[in-house]
């Protein structure tokens, strides 16, 4: 769980948060699934829950701390890389 907690990958929709739900999953975490454990859980499907008006008012107080502006993904100039608003080089 804690490892899910930490990761972080820019760019691409994941199912980061719907591992993090299983992991908190009673018979996960008491070792007990089944072929059913699933369908169990989720009998209508898994949904993510949408961040609250807090977190998301945190992410934009923190974003504009750290002088990340908003930019547009699919511009005149074509796609923007997430990397070009993290103020940072990578290899």
Do not use: K
């Not at 072929?35 to 504009?64: F, I, K, M, R």
């Amino acid at each position: 769980r804690r490892a899910l907690d930490e990761f972080v990958i820019l760019g691409t929709t994941t199912n980061v948060a719907f591992l993090r739900d299983l992991c908190d999953l009673d018979a996960v975490v008491s070792a007990t699934t089944s072929t059913t454990t699933l369908d169990d859980a989720y009998p209508n499907g898994w949904e993510a829950q949408p961040a609250s008006e807090a977190v998301l008012a945190l992410g934009a107080v923190l974003a504009s701390s750290r002088g990340v502006t908003r930019t547009g993904n699919d511009g005149p100039s074509g796609p923007t890389s997430p990397f070009l608003s993290l103020n940072r080089r990578y290899p």
